[in-house]
């Protein structure tokens, strides 16, 4: 089965064994942080929790209390530049990286040669189960330098036999020259980046069918397992587009969809996920959505446990069509814990928008949300800016009627009366790596 799997008997590895092998890996995680790391030895005393704890199972991790990135900024913050958080002399990193910090200071996180060598192992299963091989040409969309993606999926993909093609986040038109030349057979990229690759296609009235793509990887944000997305990226690329999720400060590339599209895999014989309630912090129902919270039970410099990744996600442990045994999040990352848009007791996710905007042939895929504060009427307000699709033109009642019927699919998408906003075709900011599609000017009551 090797053209299936990269690791046949780890993927498909029975649940009871993986368990197995997850709560002696927890046991001896947690004795190696508590033995050297001071941060951590810190954390658990408060929490009355010392050496010689009896872990055995992967559900003996809930005895341990969560671990927010804010802590860890702050560890780094009083005393610089990696705080204490690590488990081995700083002599020992040979890479570090930073979190992206698009809500706050940067996290450092470290990597020894060991922790390169498993990321770069669980990356290359990753790369594998996308559906990419010996032969392929990869033409790598991520930004390189302290965005961790752009080099673990270089590397990983080298080291697999595949040609890499490093453009990176910025260069279009080297993308086209290089998707149309060389006629590279995968992308990787942002959700974003890829969508924008394809409008730009479209105007240059190149045919997706003149490509040689076969295969999308789209991670960085979320949006691919939106299901209008992925039809908009697989048809305006002429690919299969795959989501894959991942963590500098965890593991990068740890969550990729196989060729059933059910969800993310996670690897399970590296780390362990929990699926908490954002306000109770207790595990939720198996399938119900709560945040992801992660436990790093492979990673040598700076292992991270019960990582609260303020992503949400709803888990299914059933065993995939694609016989991996490994638990995934049906629908990828349906959101972040504070993209959460609350207008007037309404509830929705900016995910919901996407899916509704995409969906509608007339509009051009970019949108913005803007929620504003009617002084007059005390109450909150919300506006979804859209573009016609190219060569759309609309006037007077076609636009009116243009109009409603995009209100009434985000109503049925959200469940909230938005307001439309029609503003011209390429107005709004493409986003080469992570897009902020959301523009609060509520201050200053906030969400
Ligand atoms: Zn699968």
Not at 220 to 245: C, F, H, M, N, W
């Amino acid at each position: 089965m090797a053209s299936v799997y990269l690791d046949p008997e780890i993927e498909t590895l029975p649940r009871a064994a993986l368990g197995k092998l997850q709560g002696e890996k927890l046991a001896r995680q947690v004795e190696r942080v508590l033995r050297l790391s001071p941060f951590y030895r810190r954390k658990y005393a408060a929490a009355g929790i010392v050496l010689g704890l009896a872990i055995k199972h992967p559900e003996d991790i809930r005895k341990f209390p969560i671990l927010a990135k804010a802590e860890l900024r702050e560890a780094q913050a009083a005393k610089p530049f990696f705080g204490d958080i690590a488990t081995v002399p700083v002599g020992d990193f040979i890479e570090t990286l930073s979190t992206t910090g698009t809500t706050g200071r940067p996290f450092h996180c470290v990597w020894t040669k060991n922790d390169l060598a498993y990321t770069h192992a669980v990356m290359r299963r990753t790369v594998w189960t996308m559906g990419i091989r010996p032969g392929d040409i990869v033409q790598n969309g991520f930004a390189y330098g302290l965005f961790v993606a752009g080099v673990n999926v270089h590397l990983a993909c080298q080291q697999l036999g595949c040609l890499v093609v490093p453009i990176g986040a910025t260069n279009t038109e080297r993308h086209l020259d290089y998707l149309t030349g060389l006629k590279s057979t995968i992308l990787f990229a942002t959700p974003s980046f890829a969508m924008y690759l394809a409008e730009r296609l479209k105007e240059a009235g190149i045919a997706p069918e003149s490509l040689g793509l076969r295969i999308g990887c789209f991670g960085g944000e979320p949006g691919t397992a939106v299901p209008a997305t992925r039809t908009k990226l697989e048809e305006g690329l002429g690919i299969d587009a795959r989501d894959y999720y991942g963590l500098a400060e965890i593991c990068p590339g740890m969550s990729p969809e196989c060729e059933a599209k059910d969800g993310i895999h996670f690897c399970e014989d590296h780390l362990i996920a929990e699926v908490l309630d954002p306000e109770t912090k207790e595990p939720v129902a198996e399938g119900e959505t709560g945040v992801l919270v992660v436990t790093d039970l492979s990673r040598e410099a700076m292992p991270l446990l019960r990582y609260w990744t303020n992503d949400l996600v709803r888990l299914s442990t059933e065993r995939c069509a694609c016989g991996r045994t490994h638990a995934r999040a049906p629908g990828g990352i349906v959101g972040r814990g504070d993209d959460r848009i609350n207008l007037k007791g309404a509830k929705f996710y900016p995910t919901q928008v996407e899916n509704a905007v995409r969906a509608l042939p007339d509009l051009a895929p970019e949108f913005r949300i803007v929620l504003d504060h009617d002084h007059a009427r005390h109450s909150d307000t919300c506006t979804v800016r859209v573009e016609l699709a190219p060569g759309k033109t609309a006037a007077g009642a076609a636009l009116a009627a243009l109009i409603a019927g995009v209100e009434a699919k985000l109503k049925a998408e959200t469940g909230s009366s938005l307001a439309v906003e029609i503003v011209p075709t390429g107005s709004l900011e493409r986003a080469m790596t992570k897009s902020k599609r959301v523009v609060d000017n509520r201050k200053p009551h906030g969400r």
